[in-house]
């Protein structure tokens, strides 16, 4: 006798995502520690991971923040087919800035899915103009300034040839010199916050700690009184 059935089993296929995190212009370096979220278009909501078991909620704050390790790489399991979205929240990477727009994912029946997002390394200029206190169209020059990264607590270096590095030593940063205009000017430097240190002034008593600015193509007029 042949039996008839109907199969009324329905198994739900789930897929393992990996997201590897490189820097634009060199895939072959990763970005570690950066966080993401996902976000499942289909359902409208967040993945959760706890224990080993993977949901999915509502809430932004309840969703599971992923970090990426050394390689650059996370890896979110048993996610179920469909088009999901991985949203970026935190770049410590020097130079390096959150990606503002999340990345679209499609996930369909592939057991393991692998997505690579990039993230384009940042400069910036700085733009520094000494002027008289009481006169502000009175530039000053040969006044002399090291520059120091918050972020990475570092000095700036520049060599001969133009590189800018990053040195641990006081002794080793740059020093740069004001011109007839009263301005120093740096290109190519990393996004961030830094520390311009007066060093020297053939008029008055140099400051210690002129400013605390944030590069991005940054200009600012310092004058020689205290700040």
């Keep these: 006798d042949v ?4 199969d009324d ?15 634009e212009d060199d895939k072959k370096i990763p ?4 966080e993401f979220i996902i976000y499942n278009k289909d359902m409208k909501k967040y993945v959760r991971q706890e224990k080993g078991k993977t949901t999915y909620v509502s809430e932004k ?4 923040s992923f970090k990426t390790g050394k390689d650059g790489k996370i890896t979110v399991s048993n996610l179920q087919s469909g088009t999901y979205l991985a949203y970026e929240t935190s770049n ?7 990606s ?3 990345i679209e994912i499609k996930i369909g029946t592939t057991k393991n899915v692998t997505k690579t997002i990039t993230n384009k390394k940042r400069f910036g200029k700085l733009g520094i103009k000494k002027v008289d206190k009481d006169d502000n169209t009175i530039p ?8 120091y990264n918050k972020d990475i607590s570092k000095y700036v270096h520049k060599s001969e040839s133009g590189e800018i590095t990053y040195v641990d030593n006081e002794s080793d940063a740059t020093i740069y010199v004001t011109d007839e205009k009263g301005i120093i000017e740096q290109d190519n430097l990393l996004i961030g916050n830094y520390l311009i240190y007066e060093k020297k002034n053939p008029a008055v008593i140099a400051n210690t ?3 605390s600015i944030h590069t991005h193509n940054a200009n600012i007029a310092l004058d020689a009184g205290a700040i």
Aim: hydrophobic share 40%; proline share 4%.
């Design 31 to 34: 970005l570690k520690d950066v």
């Design 100 to 102: 503002e727009k999340p």
């Design 61 to 64: 704050e309840k969703a599971t």
């Design 92 to 98: 410590p990477n020097e130079g390096y800035v959150v």
């Design 140 to 147: 000053l020059k040969d006044v002399e300034f090291i520059i």
């Design 9 to 23: 089993y329905n198994i739900t296929t789930t897929v393992n995502l990996t997201i590897k995190k490189v820097d």
């Design 209 to 211: 700690v002129v400013k």
């Design 3 to 6: 039996l008839d059935f109907e």
